[in-house]
């Protein structure tokens, strides 16, 4: 099949979380599965920074942006089988963050993504590419599927073309003002409950729910979970007009990427029969972040973004009790500043205990996920998370809150039968999740059961060999289907 993915992040190239490492990895694996795979970016100031061997695929498209013109380039490089197109347009993706600042999103962020969105399809005809399937990906896409079943429903170029949405994360909608449906150049027809409108903005975020032909979603659970008023972000009601067109599969992650035993970040390299080398690399990362390097104190992690949905908040009333605890937390992550100022306060406070990293450091994650004994994920809510995923592979324990991907990923270790794979709790809690420490240090005091929990974890699939199944089959089976609202 020719498959085109249309995506805001994509790993190597630009990456601010999850999205990235997906968009970096199953369009691989779908390569591998015999599949023409093409992904359409904007090609932000640091992919030309970081000198990526790009070249010009399609010189100028004049597209219409409200009343006006605006002119766009493409630009090209081959990844792993996959070729990767680069949506040019200086004023709008020359900046320093994808989506905004720590002061705020980009005021334009409706005027750069319709851009983007519309800059894509036209491309597709310039390149004479016709997808078997557009696979689009959170709020920044959401209009390709609208697109496509309104201003170019007649299209024949677009003819045997289907769409799927996958949201990766339901919070993030892209709701502007009305008057960026004018930029759209969607008809004023499509701003109603049913279609674009959402509580008096237009939703990109709808664009992908509605007009899509599949909606999927990164785990069985959270898809679940967003069908509920409690979870669904206001837009349960939408989704339950697509009920019989939503599905959830958990995300994987590459396992080539993300490999102990040859993993170049990795100071000593290690596997599930030789677990010699995480010792070392425990080590390594207690001396890089200045804190008391012995072995048997448990080492706890957290890597993610500094924001409520992750739970930081949970972690931040447990340090102290930590610390009592003689235990070790090595943090990363970058967020809200609130976060930032109470944890260098703790980071001051005991700087034995506390190793901080505010900041965003592939190198640092890797040199975390190798060397902590545990990582902490106590998230609100978490679609699919791949921080456990990892985590596993490198022989560190999650401790997680049973929600979303967390859920169906993490299994509760049981000291007797000796299986599951990490540590959960359900109550949103800084006491379940201190107890839930309390249990898995109990079971990181004996050095065997440890051992056998760790190649548990070690011993999961996590690569994408099941869920790109699941997508291929998704690709084949779909039909195209009008809209019923
Ligand atoms: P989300 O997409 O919500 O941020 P995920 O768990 O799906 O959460 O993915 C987060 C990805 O980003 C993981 O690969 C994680 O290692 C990485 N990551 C998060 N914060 C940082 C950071 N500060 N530095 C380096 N990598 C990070």
């Known amino acids: 099949m020719e498959i085109v993915f249309v995506a805001s992040e994509m790993a190597p190239f630009a990456k601010t979380g999850g999205l990235a490492d997906v968009i970096g990895s199953l369009p691989r694996e ?3 599965r015999g ?39 493409v630009w090209t490089c081959p990844f792993n ?21 720590p002061a705020g999103d980009y005021p334009d962020n409706d005027r750069r993504f319709t851009f983007f969105q519309r800059l894509v399809l036209e491309a597709l005809k310039r390149l004479n590419l016709k997808p078997d399937v557009i696979h689009c990906h959170d709020w920044q896409t959401g209009l390709i599927p609208a697109y496509l079943k309104t201003l170019y429903r007649s299209d ?63 785990s069985e659970r959270y898809a679940k979970e967003i069908q509920t008023q409690e979870m669904g972000c206001g837009l349960e009601g939408t989704l339950a007009t697509r009920k019989d067109d939503l599905f959830g ?38 001396q890089e972040n200045r804190i008391s390097q012995e072995s048997d104190r448990p080492l706890f ?65 890797k040199h975390i996920y190798a060397g902590a004994d545990m990582l902490l994920m106590p998230s609100h809510f978490e679609p699919c998370g791949l921080g456990q995923m990892i985590a596993l592979r490198y022989g560190t324990v ?28 359900s109550g949103y809690s800084a006491k379940e999740l201190f107890e839930t420490m309390n249990q898995a240090v109990d079971v990181f005091r004996d050095a065997r059961l440890w051992a056998k929990l760790m190649r548990n974890g070690m011993a999961c699939d996590c690569s994408w060999r099941h869920s790109a199944k699941r997508y291929e089959a998704w690709y084949e089976r779909t039909e195209r289907k009008p809209l019923n609202v």
């Open 30 to 32: 779908l390569v591998k």
């Open 301 to 365: 992690a957290f890597i993610g973004r500094l924001i409520p949905q992750k739970g930081i908040d949970l972690v931040i009333q447990v340090v102290e009790d930590m610390v009592a605890q003689n235990w070790q937390l090595v943090l990363l992550g970058t967020g809200l500043e609130e976060y930032h100022k109470a944890l260098r306060i703790f980071g001051k406070r005991h700087p034995k205990h506390i190793g901080l990293n505010i900041t965003f450091d592939l190198k640092m994650a």
């Open 398 to 425: 999650p401790v997680v809150r049973a929600t979303g991907g967390l859920y169906d990923t993490i299994q509760e270790f049981n000291p007797k039968s000796g299986k599951g794979n990490g540590f959960r709790f």
């Open 81 to 101: 089988g996959v070729t990767v197109y680069f949506v040019d347009r200086a004023d709008y993706f020359d900046r320093d963050e994808l989506y905004g600042t």
């Open 156 to 218: 024949s170029f677009f003819k045997k073309t289907k769409t799927i949405f996958t949201v990766h994360n339901l919070s993030y909608q892209g709701n502007f003002p009305p008057d960026s449906m004018s930029l759209t150049g969607l008809s004023f027809d499509e701003f109603r409950y049913e279609r674009l409108e959402f509580y008096g903005k237009v939703s990109f975020i709808k664009g992908g729910l509605i007009y899509s032909d599949l909606v999927t979603t990164v």
């Open 249 to 286: 599969v958990v995300n994987g992650i590459h396992s080539e990427d993300w490999d102990p035993a040859r993993d170049a970040e990795v100071p000593v390299h290690f596997n599930s029969r030789d677990l010699v080398g995480k010792k070392a690399c425990k080590k390594a990362l207690q």
């Open 35 to 73: 599949h023409r795979v093409s992904v359409f970016l904007p090609k932000y100031k640091n992919i030309t920074r970081k000198g990526f061997p790009l070249k010009q695929a399609v010189k100028a498209i004049e597209i219409p942006v409200g009343f006006e013109t605006e002119a766009g380039s």
